[in-house]
Nanobody
């Protein structure tokens, strides 16, 4: 069992930056694929970025490539999402998720554990 707690969300102006963190409980964090997802009002939850267990492989949605960076610190059981050049379209609740598989998945289904989410609002 893994518990995930996100933090770092907030209100920021267009062009600003935020850094989200996801603290994980348990001793097996380093074995999980980790992902960041987001859900805007009236829209389906979508993948933002994902990273394999070691951090050597990352995936980004086209909409955030070049602006967001996913990283992890296995010694601290923490996942990060650095978000730069934010735009109003990035406004959503952001969730971190853990997947026990080895392969990095970019759909919601394979992810086993989810955090409660943190709100990110980008004003124009």
């Amino acid at each position: 069992q893994v518990q995930l707690v996100e933090s770092g969300g907030g209100l920021v102006q267009t062009g600003g930056s935020l850094r989200l963190s996801c603290a994980a409980s348990g001793r097996t964090f380093s074995t999980y694929v980790m992902g960041w997802f987001r859900q805007a009002p009236g829209k389906e939850r979508e993948i933002v970025a994902a990273v394999n267990w070691s951090g050597s492989y990352t995936y980004y949605a086209d909409s955030v490539k070049g602006r967001f960076t996913i990283s992890r610190d296995n010694a601290k059981n923490t996942l990060y999402l650095q978000m730069n050049s934010l735009i109003p379209e990035d406004t959503a609740v952001y969730y971190c998720a853990a997947d026990r598989n080895v392969v990095v998945h970019i759909t919601i289904g394979p992810y086993d554990y989810w955090g409660q989410g943190t709100q990110v609002t980008v004003s124009s």
